[in-house]
């Protein structure tokens, strides 16, 4: 454990340090990972090292890392992680084992199968032959559906079909979060990106560069199309103080030139 004046807290992405006394809140690897994805950490039982999965930006893997609270008699904290696994399975909720040897984790491979409902069946059937996506959204006049790879992340569109299928998005962009797609003009997505926040992005249907809509430090998440196709609606992320707890608003976006 850390010192008996100082205790480490994880909320849904990120470690914190924290007074005994309940002030002096700060974080622990504050420009470490941006986006933050660290989570679920737990300590040796000599209090020598903090064991915790993270996902590094650009990649969504979760992977072990071992923080070490002290280096010598007078040693300062380091914190600079020492990464323990390196997939190909996630790797999640580290616990020590007793004597301190081993780790006791939970591994998980990702798979998937894209299928849909048959309410004559009553049965689950497969759709565009089973593929393992995720995010679909399909087109307002039905002909038309863009999906996320899954788990690669890249995007696609195609026909209901499977026909004219496309590749939209490539590695190392991972497209996460919702998919907005309007009728065969282009898609929405908004892409976890090294080494800085997430903001959404358009993307022809037809491929091309992505175009971004959104800019800034703060993330912004979840984008749709209204009905009106000239605007959108999304999540955004204000600045966050040390301390705080983050809200989120859904701004509206005018986009006069669609």
Same mark, same amino acid.
């Given at each position: ?55 590094? &930006?650009? *990649?969504?893997? /979760?992977?072990?890392?071992? #923080? =070490?609270?002290?280096? +010598?008699?007078?040693? $300062? @904290?380091? !914190? ?90 490539? &590695?190392? *962009?991972?497209? /996460?979060?919702?998919?907005? #797609? =309007?009728?065969?003009? +282009?898609?929405?997505? $908004? @892409?976890? !990106? ?65």
């Amino acid at each position: 454990m850390p010192s008996a004046s100082l205790r480490w807290i994880t909320n849904s992405n990120s470690i914190w340090e924290v007074g005994s006394d309940g002030i002096a809140l700060r974080p622990i690897l504050a420009d470490w990972n941006k986006p933050h994805k660290e989570c679920c950490g737990s300590w040796t039982l000599d209090g020598r090292y903090y064991i915790f999965e993270a996902a590094r &930006a650009g *990649t969504r893997n /979760s992977n072990l890392w071992a #923080l =070490r609270e002290k280096v +010598g008699l007078f040693g $300062r @904290p380091n !914190r600079e992680p020492v990464q323990l696994t390196f997939g190909p399975l996630d790797f999640q909720m580290p616990v020590p084992s007793a004597d301190g040897r081993r780790l006791y984790v939970i591994g998980v491979q990702q798979r998937g199968e894209l299928v849909r409902y048959d309410p004559k069946s009553k049965q689950f059937q497969p759709f565009l032959s089973a593929i393992w996506a995720e995010q679909l959204d399909f087109s307002r006049d039905g002909q038309w559906v863009a999906y996320v790879l899954y788990p690669e992340g890249s995007l696609w569109r195609s026909k209901l079909d499977g026909s004219e299928r496309l590749q939209l998005t490539f &590695a190392p *962009t991972q497209v /996460s979060r919702r998919v907005g #797609l =309007r009728t065969a003009s +282009g898609s929405l997505f $908004r @892409p976890p !990106r090294p080494a800085s926040p997430s903001n959404i992005y358009s993307v022809a249907a037809d491929g091309g560069n992505p175009e971004p809509l959104t800019a800034g430090e703060r993330p912004d998440w979840d984008p749709c199309w209204l009905a009106d196709d000239k605007s959108l609606v999304f999540v955004h992320f204000p600045p966050i103080s040390e301390g705080t707890v983050p809200q989120s608003g859904c701004p509206v976006t005018p986009l006069s030139r669609w």
